[in-house]
């Protein structure tokens, strides 16, 4: 099958599974597919997951799995039971799961949100105060390197995509990610995407330095290319963004230092501090049952004494 022939079977597939619907249903940011048969959508993150009471065919699921993996050049198997990649005419995540790891096949797509949330929208729904948003417009203004902090879906990336929005529109931004939800208006720019086994984020990172970037903006940290990151926010490119899994300010230093030691055998905790200019952390906390998206921390690092990051807070939500 060519690539239109598998996306059209694709799509039968999840219109015979039932998903079909939530893939096209905006308010609908994730799907997920239990190996318990059992089906599951999760909306903007003002509601609980909800059981859509649809029950999944196995045999189904395998199918999309299989499918997918072809598109992506990659296989799942009994000796390979997991598949990392995307749904290529949504361009949402897709992590899928097989047995012998799972009782029945499963998975979970991520869905690509479709309008981006800028700073004015933060401000207007009340999840920065004025004196938060004019902070954040003159820390891009002036170039500061930004690291973004949080959880799963705790909306790292689309708070990235607002201070994107804020850059000046004549600079020349290189954004690198695996699977592409960062979303610049700038016309001069580049979208690097790193392919397992072809072009790592290390490599990214590398030719990224080469193609006279004024804003490196790197989607999330989570390996060995930390040390290259650094390297490039540190080169006279600064005014960078990344994100990292961690939870808080603190612990997002911490992280970034881990990531160093496994690709350098060394923290580089002054080079972080050096370079890190202001930590955000976001986080999730439950209202009523509800699960709201929120600020939880704004700090500044100072520098790197007696085995400690100094930071100095700006702002504090918890």
Not at 123 to 131: G, H, V
Not at 270 to 281: E, G, L, M, Q, S
């Amino acid at each position: 099958m060519n690539n239109e022939k598998e996306h059209l079977v694709l799509k039968d597939c999840f219109i015979k599974m039932g998903i079909w619907q939530f893939m096209e249903n905006d308010k609908v940011t994730g799907i997920m597919v239990n190996s318990n048969k059992t089906i599951y959508i999760a909306g903007n993150l003002s509601e609980e997951e909800t059981d859509t009471g649809l029950i999944a065919d196995p045999n189904v699921t395998m199918v999309i799995m299989k499918i997918l993996a072809t598109l992506s050049d990659d296989s799942v198997t009994d000796k390979s039971p997991y598949l990392t990649g995307t749904v290529p005419f949504m361009k949402s995540r897709f992590e899928g799961l097989i047995p012998p790891i799972v009782e029945n096949p499963s998975f979970s797509i991520r869905k690509k949100i479709p309008v981006v949330k800028e700073m004015k929208d933060y401000l207007n729904d009340n999840f920065i105060d004025e004196k938060i948003y004019n902070y954040l417009e003159k820390s891009v203004t002036n170039k500061k390197n930004i690291l973004i902090v949080g959880g799963t879906n705790t909306g790292k990336t689309t708070f990235t995509n607002a201070l994107l929005g804020l850059f000046d529109s004549k600079e020349r931004v290189i954004l690198i990610e695996e699977i592409e939800e960062l979303q610049c208006k700038n016309k001069n720019k580049i979208n690097l995407k790193p392919i397992p086994g072809i072009f790592t984020p290390t490599q990214a990172l590398k030719s990224c330095m080469r193609l006279e970037p004024d804003r490196i903006i790197f989607g999330e940290v989570r390996g060995v290319e930390a040390f290259d990151l650094l390297m490039g926010l540190n080169s006279g490119h600064p005014g960078g963004i990344t994100t990292i899994h961690a939870d808080d300010c603190y612990s997002g230093l911490s992280k970034f230092e881990l990531y160093l030691q496994m690709a350098q055998n060394d923290k580089f905790s002054f080079f972080i501090a050096k370079t890190i200019d202001i930590i955000i952390t976001i986080k999730i906390k439950k209202i009523d049952g509800k699960k709201i998206r929120y600020l939880s921390e704004i700090a500044e690092c100072l520098g790197y004494e007696d085995n400690k990051y100094i930071l100095k807070e700006f702002y504090k939500g918890d």
